[in-house]
């Protein structure tokens, strides 16, 4: 194995066989390629692109780097949805128990915070006691009695997403098209789901800035999804200002119970309904759009939603003392309020520089190594499109450190704008695509 070679072959701009390929992930999962090559290789990948060839191979590389689960003995069709990273954006907590209460069985395997946007392992793990490396034997009792199981990926599935997964987030190499999908299609075949939905963001806080660059990532997806024979979905919806309220994990969670009880913010629950119509559609639980938003609002009032999720918070070691009571869940010491410096109405709250100020605040990670604080973030207090007067506070931070408090104080500076005219409605899903928008983009 030359790995110099490789990297070089990449950096110049050549596509690298399938063996190589292979050779290339087995080394690395194997510890014979080091992080520092692989680091190099990424970003030889993030200037150079690959070949659609090249990019099958290395996200099958990945997919097959451990052990593929087989859900073929569970009923009906197993859904699952991802994202590709945003800010506040805790959708997953919710979404997969609704749907799982409605009979679809939902694997999921997730991923940690990634640059500025946040992580479902990251968020669950903010819940004393949740586990989520499980065996592939409990991973498939708990899914088979539940309809939902969450975990990651580990050292056993997709155990090359898990390295560089790490790596990417702290060498600024995420956001690249072939890495984010063959990061996120490699787990996701691995976990056995028979179809996905995606939730492609765009906009200042996604790491597709431009809705020309989320199509391509959307339809990468796809043709990597169905190349293999699962039906796959994207919505792409905008991603300027974070979606919720509540930035930083254990905020996160709370947020995501109040959705689950059918009283969460207005944007975050109509992007999680879009995703779970599709997810029924894709699963046959429901013929048409109209008759899956009924069996959705069914599943929430009833409550059936809400029993899922702390049944499989119970079942993965979670104490749900803290679901019924979340004052329990890890608290920051400190809180700060920011003032609007003039009157008018909110026209910009920047995802990106909310997400680094929770990144600073303790809430992400810089270096592989990091431990986070499941306890900071911030809390949006008014949203896109409200009118704030003049000293009225609009966010409120969440802290443990001084000296954190400052760099996050640096990101937030220009975070607000507020005018005089009230902005147009902000655009959630700004497009659907599958399995026909193949061939017909260039
Ligand atoms: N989600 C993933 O799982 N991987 C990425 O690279 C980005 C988002």
Same mark, same amino acid.
């Given at each position: 194995?030359?790995?110099?070679e ?5 950096r ?8 190589e390929?292979?050779s ?7 510890g ?20 659609e ?12 780097s451990g052990?593929?689960?087989?859900l ?5 069709v ?23 209460s409605?009979?679809v ?30 065996s592939?034997q409990?991973f498939?009792e ?18 090359a997403d ?6 990417r987030?702290v060498?600024?190499?995420v956001?690249c098209?072939?890495?984010?999908a ?10 056995g ?10 906009g200042?806080g996604?790491?597709m800035?431009t ?7 959307a339809?990468t997806?796809?043709a990597?999804?169905?190349?293999m ?14 979606l919720?309220?509540a930035?930083?994990?254990?905020l ?13 913010p207005?944007d975050?629950? *109509? +992007?999680?309904?879009?995703? /779970?119509?599709?997810? #029924?559609l894709l699963?046959g &639980?429901?013929? @048409?759009v109209a008759a ?6 069914e599943a929430?009032?009833?409550g ?17 003392k803290?679901?019924e009571n ?6 920051a010491?400190r ?6 410096p ?7 709250q920047? *995802? +990106?520089?909310l997400?680094? /100020?929770?990144?600073? #605040?303790?809430?992400?990670? &810089?270096?592989v @190594? ?8 911030l ?11 003049e000293?009225?506070p ?5 802290y443990?450190?001084?000296?954190r408090?400052e ?15 009230p902005?147009?409605?902000p655009?959630?899903?700004?497009g659907?695509?599958?399995?026909t928008?193949l061939g017909?983009?260039?």
């Amino acid at each position: 194995m030359r790995a110099y070679e490789y990297i070089l072959h990449k950096r110049q701009g050549g596509a690298l066989t399938g063996e190589e390929v292979k050779s290339f992930i087995r080394g690395y999962v194997a510890g014979e390629i080091a992080d520092y090559q692989m680091a190099a290789m990424c970003m030889a990948i993030f200037f150079r692109g690959m070949e659609e060839g090249e990019l099958l191979a290395w996200t099958e590389a990945m997919l097959y780097s451990g052990e593929t689960y087989d859900l073929s003995g569970l009923p009906g069709v197993k859904v699952d949805k991802h994202s590709t990273g945003g800010v506040g954006d805790k959708l997953s907590l919710a979404l997969a128990p609704w749907v799982a209460s409605l009979g679809v069985v939902v694997p999921m395997v997730s991923g940690r915070g990634l640059g500025h946007t946040g992580g479902t392992l990251d968020k669950l793990e903010s819940i004393e006691g949740f586990c989520v490396g499980l065996s592939k034997q409990r991973f498939m009792e708990i899914l088979g009695k539940h309809g939902l199981c969450m975990v990651g990926q580990s050292e056993t599935l997709a155990p090359a997403d898990k390295k560089l997964y790490a790596l990417r987030d702290v060498t600024a190499t995420v956001d690249c098209v072939p890495l984010i999908a063959s990061s996120i299609m490699s787990k996701k075949l691995a976990e056995g789901a028979d179809a996905l939905v995606l939730d492609v963001k765009v906009g200042g806080g996604a790491f597709m800035k431009t809705e020309a660059q989320a199509r391509t990532l959307a339809q990468t997806l796809i043709a990597i999804g169905e190349g293999m024979g699962k039906p796959t979905v994207a919505l792409l919806s905008r991603m300027d200002a974070p979606l919720g309220r509540a930035i930083g994990n254990a905020l996160e969670v709370e947020e995501a119970l109040e959705m689950l009880q059918g009283r969460g913010p207005a944007d975050a629950m *109509a +992007l999680t309904r879009r995703l /779970a119509v599709e997810m #029924l559609l894709l699963a046959g &639980r429901a013929p @048409e759009v109209a008759a899956a938003e009924k069996l959705l609002e069914e599943a929430l009032s009833s409550g059936r939603a809400w029993a899922c999720f702390v049944d499989v918070v119970r079942a993965q070691g979670g104490n749900v003392k803290l679901l019924e009571n979340p004052k329990l869940l890890p608290k920051a010491r400190r809180r700060k309020l920011l003032h609007a410096p003039r009157a008018g109405y909110i026209c910009r709250q920047e *995802a +990106l520089a909310l997400g680094q /100020a929770a990144v600073a #605040l303790g809430a992400g990670r &810089r270096r592989v @190594e990091d431990t986070i604080d499941v306890a900071v973030g911030l809390v949006v207090l008014c949203k896109v499109g409200e009118w704030l007067e003049e000293g009225q506070p609009w966010l409120e931070i969440h802290y443990n450190e001084e000296g954190r408090l400052e760099e996050a104080m640096r990101h937030l500076a220009q975070a607000l704008e507020v005018r005089e005219e009230p902005p147009p409605p902000p655009a959630l899903v700004v497009g659907r695509m599958d399995k026909t928008c193949l061939g017909l983009m260039g």
